[in-house]
């Protein structure tokens, strides 16, 4: 069974940047697409980008267009979510899932991370 931990997450100032990892165990990434979501309180999980097995094919969520970046390294087994230009709104538990194909549903969740964005 694929399992993910995701790592990265912290406080950071309203424009400063973070890089969540998400490391996978149990089963190679290959054949999964790969997706960052967050939850922030009070609010339901949202998908925040996705990237296909192959890596040749993302997307993202309208809120995180431009400052965003999520990459994978299928040799280490692990998805990245580049976060730049942050604002108080990212602020959220932010979990990476896999799934056959981005528009799928997903099969398994990491534990989350937390990512604060503040003054």
């Known amino acids: 069974q694929l399992q993910l931990v995701e790592s990265g997450g912290g406080l950071v100032q309203p424009g400063g940047s973070l890089r969540l990892s998400c490391a996978a165990s149990?089963?190679?990434?290959?054949?999964?697409?790969l997706g960052w979501f967050r939850q922030a309180p009070g609010k339901e999980r949202e998908g925040v980008a996705c990237i296909s097995s192959s890596g040749g094919s993302t997307n993202y969520a309208d809120s995180v267009k431009g400052r965003f970046t999520i990459s994978r390294d299928n040799a280490k087994n692990t998805v990245y979510l580049q976060m730049n230009s942050l604002k108080p709104e990212d602020t959220a538990v932010y979990y990476c899932a896999s799934r056959y194909y981005c528009s799928g549903p997903v099969s398994s969740w990491g534990q989350g991370t937390q990512v604060t964005v503040s003054s």
């Open positions: 149990g089963l190679a990434l290959d054949y999964y697409a």
